[in-house]
């Protein structure tokens, strides 16, 4: 029986069929279908961290990340972007490159650092992982339990939990995949893409 970080591996590369290509900086693009504009790709991985870059974002952020999560950071990828910010996972950017060529993640200090206030009772022990273009809306996760949490892009206020961190990026990628037909074309784009 495949475990869930297994599963979740197959839907990153479901779009595979239609090309991957690495990039300069080893980000991973997955899916670019004949329609698609020339840089545009249907998922987008990249490159998984090191135990000295968990030490250092846990010490910029003065939280323990859960383990299911750091594995995720090390061991698949360091954020994702699904079908162009649909669903996004930030990651760990500790040098921003401007060459077109490097994909990067949104950067996970934006909402835990530079913007935290913007979410109104967001706890200490409250790790903003990523998020939803539909409306703005956040995922967060409680450093104490793993459990991770919906809310909107002003209050901390819970909409929606999973119990950990691969509960809620399987689930999700099998609800999300689901809006799109085989080859990433939204089936109905006047449908919420939230999870509620």
Known sequence: MKTKFELIRELLFKYSR???????NGATLIG??????EDWWLVELFPQLNIDDIASIE????????ESYVYFLRNISNGLIFQFGTFALYGYVPDFNRNIEC?????MYIPNI???ENISNLRQNFFVIGGYDYDGSQLYMD??????????????????????FEDMLLSELKRLYCLYT????CIDDSKTTLPI
């Open 18 to 24: 239609f090309g991957i290509k690495k990039t300069m």
């Open 32 to 37: 670019h279908p004949d329609y698609l504009k």
């Open 59 to 66: 010490k910029e952020v003065s939280v323990k990340l859960s």
């Open 103 to 107: 994909r990067l993640p949104f950067d």
């Open 114 to 116: 530079y913007e935290r």
């Open 143 to 164: 450093t104490n339990t793993g459990r991770v949490f919906l809310c909107s892009n002003t209050d901390s206020a819970p909409l929606y939990h999973w119990e950990t």
């Open 182 to 185: 085989e080859d990433g074309r």
